[in-house]
């Protein structure tokens, strides 16, 4: 999904993210956008199958009544003796919308970066690409305090405004525990701004993932593009065997001795979180992607994994 000819820059801490971090990311892919102004009717730079006057040529057909004649193939006419007429596909605009997943769960990793941390960067690379190549883009953060939504737009100022809500997220976000929103509940309240063509990107664990979740994507995917991308740590799949397991957080202290039915449970609760996603890679539209916090594609790890 993310791809480039170098390396992109690591975030130097593996449980945060800074906003000059999320900016600097701007410059990853370098900037692909238009040299020509965006006048009163939108364009974009995906092709929709609507034929009509656009920039980029189709086919040809026979000519018949009602035709432009400023679209007739001369050439062709002179060549066969009969007229036909040049059919385009109308560029489009394609409203970007990122739905990253910030809440507590997110914040952790055995190995590799937080999946918090992989979540923000991935949203922050979405969002600069899509503003490079012309395109409006918004995005809901989910967040176990104040969720941030912002309206689809290519504007800078705004733009920042999202950029910088990422950051604050890992200050702020962990900590507050003011809204405890389903995913399903945060993107049915999000769901208005899905306008038809809208290619939404989706950053999560959807450690919540349900059949209410699942049923609602399925709506969804069939009037837009989502692209679904799991971010999981390595112990969420699979508790190795032998050893006794601390978890310190909200003030408690957990230990975990599990046997191998324990064991057997737990992976068949998370293989089933994967099934319910995997789903709706069926459909038409949808594609769905597992990264583990220790392997994923969005920058070259050096120095080891950075493991505990």
Known sequence: MFQGDSPRPIPAARNLLTLDELVSLRHWPPARGRQHERMAIREGHHLSHIRGRGMEFDDVRE???????????????????????????????????VLTDLRQPMHFATRGHYKSVLAAYAA??????????????????????????????????????MISALSTAFTHGATETT????????????????SS?????????????????????MRIAQR????????????????????????IGEGREVVVDANTQQQAQYYSQFQQRIDLL????NLRGVEFAHWQSNHHPLFTMSGGQHGL
């Not at 969002?127 to 737009?153: E, H, Q, Y």
């Not at 809204?179 to 899905?194: G, H, I, K, R």
């Not at 837009?224 to 397991?245: F, H, N, T, W």
Request: aromatic share 8%; glycine share 6%; net charge negative.
């Open 278 to 281: 995997e789903q709706l890679h």
């Open 124 to 161: 922050a690379m979405v969002v600069w690409t899509t503003i490079a190549n012309g395109d409006r883009v918004g995005g809901r953060i989910l967040n176990d305090g104040a969720s941030g939504l912002f309206k689809p737009t290519n504007n800078r100022q705004q733009v920042m405004q």
């Open 63 to 97: 000519y018949q009544p009602g035709d432009d004649i400023r679209h007739l193939d001369w050439r062709l006419m002179a060549r066969t003796g009969k007229a036909h007429t040049k059919l385009y596909r109308e560029e489009r605009e394609r409203p970007v919308f």
């Open 179 to 194: 809204n405890n929103a389903s995913f399903a509940e945060q993107l049915m309240e999000v769901e208005s701004l899905l």
């Open 197 to 217: 063509g809208t290619i939404i990107y989706m950053f999560s664990d959807f450690h919540d993932v349900d059949s209410t979740l699942q049923q609602h994507l």
């Open 224 to 247: 837009c593009e989502l692209k679904m991308v799991l971010i999981s740590d390595p112990l969420e799949a699979q508790l190795p065997s032998g050893r006794d397991y601390r978890f």
